[in-house]
């Protein structure tokens, strides 16, 4: 099956960039994707990328895809102390019927 | 839009009961909705895919029997877990997808289980 990675942990100061990364195993996800959970929250969908692309922005969000490394990252410039929450990458799986999520990183906003 | 709630967000039941968790979309037509199981510090592992109108599809090592899921409607699904036991609690999670993109799902605020 899919295997979707992350790190566990980031901390960064307010105002620094943070960069999450994944990496996950099935190269013919067509759409990858990034969740925010805030604590004791569902998840919200944040951005994704076409798997044609290299990079895609959105304010402060940039994703990078680097296909031939089933390498994802997500940028968050100028992290504020609301960021603080759980990322999960997610991959389409099973035939494209279903998401397959990262293990999230959870990302700590340092004053 | 594509607002998802979910009733209720916590509870409390003891051994051996059974608990019913709904999951609405509450403005837009949900033909798929997926139910979620989240331990702590954990990613999310999909439990079933509900499509309105037909039987759920397990995720494998999921007892159906166990997790009843009912999707009656466009709007609602409803997860019921029966005869509860302590190793049942856990965060549930529920989405709906929106038009064919598997990936653009919706999510629920999630329950919160707790079997005594």
């Known amino acids: 099956g899919e295997d979707v990675e992350q790190s566990l942990f980031l901390s960064v100061r307010e105002g620094d960039s943070s960069v999450i990364n994944c990496t996950y195993t099935?190269?013919?996800?067509?759409?990858l994707y990034w969740y925010k959970q805030e604590p004791g929250a569902g998840l919200q969908l944040l951005t994704y990328?076409?798997?044609?692309?290299d990079m895609k922005q959105d304010q402060r969000l940039t994703v990078l895809l680097n296909k031939k490394d089933k390498h994802l990252s997500l940028r968050i410039a100028d992290t504020q102390t609301g960021d603080s929450a759980i990322y999960f990458c997610?991959?389409?799986?099973?035939?494209?019927?279903?998401?397959?999520f990262g293990t999230g990183t959870q990302l700590k906003v340092e004053l | 839009g594509a607002v998802v709630s979910q009733h209720p967000s916590r509870v409390i039941c003891k051994s051996g009961t059974s608990v019913k968790i709904e999951c609405r979309s509450l403005d837009f037509q949900a033909t798929t909705m997926f139910w979620y199981r989240q331990f702590p510090k954990k990613s999310l592992m999909l439990m079933a895919t509900?499509?309105?109108?037909?039987?759920?599809?397990?995720e494998q090592g999921v007892e159906k029997d166990k997790f009843l899921i009912n999707h009656a409607s466009l709007t609602l699904s409803t997860l019921t877990v029966t005869s509860a036991h302590p190793e049942d609690s856990s965060f549930y999670i529920c989405?709906?997808?929106?038009?064919?993109?598997?990936?653009?799902?919706?999510f629920g605020p999630g329950t919160r289980l707790t079997v005594t």
């Open positions: 509900s499509n309105e109108g037909s039987k759920a599809t397990y």
């Open positions: 997610a991959v389409p799986t099973g035939g494209g019927n279903k998401l397959t």
């Open positions: 990328i076409f798997s044609n692309m």
């Open positions: 989405s709906a997808q929106l038009a064919q993109k598997v990936g653009e799902q919706y």
């Open positions: 099935d190269s013919s996800s067509t759409y």
